[in-house]
């Protein structure tokens, strides 16, 4: 898969990336850490942190709130699979919503956020939600 068809943005710190499992949680994304020697959240340093939680966060919040009006938000950086220092950043939703002509249900509103069930999502779907989300970032640095 190409994903850097799926970057949203470029931070100083962080490229936001739009997660290819959409279904159930649209507006699911992961920030991806720009040092190449980060390997999990205990290597994050004071400028990532702040990168991340001050910037990156708060503003991938608001426009996924603006979109898709969110309920909350999941944070989790589990390094499982890709061995480096990334952030998935999770919608969640009290209630079945609906977004190109797509039903986007979360099976466990209250509880953990996985495992949850996968549906493939058309790539042009996938990036039309990216657009979205672009849009309703602050327009610097966006790709």
Known sequence: MDY???KIKCYDKWD???HANQYPYIG?????????????????????????????????DSAIKQLFRHDTTNLACLCNE???LHWHLIPRYN????????EFADPNPDGNYSPYPK?????????????DITSKL????TL
């Not at 549906?119 to 657009?131: G, P, S, T």
């Not at 602050?138 to 640095?141: L, P, Y």
């Open 95 to 102: 209630s079945p919503m609906r977004f190109y002509e797509i």
């Open 28 to 60: 699911r994304c992961y920030a991806w850490a720009k040092r190449d020697s980060a390997l999990n959240a205990m290597d994050m340093d004071r400028e990532e942190m702040d990168d991340l939680f001050g910037t990156v966060i708060p503003e991938w």
């Open 119 to 131: 549906q493939k999502i058309q790539e042009e779907i996938l990036l039309r939600i990216k657009d």
């Open 138 to 141: 602050t327009k610097t640095k």
């Open 4 to 6: 850097e068809q799926f």
């Open 16 to 18: 936001l990336y739009l």
């Open 82 to 84: 890709a061995r480096h």
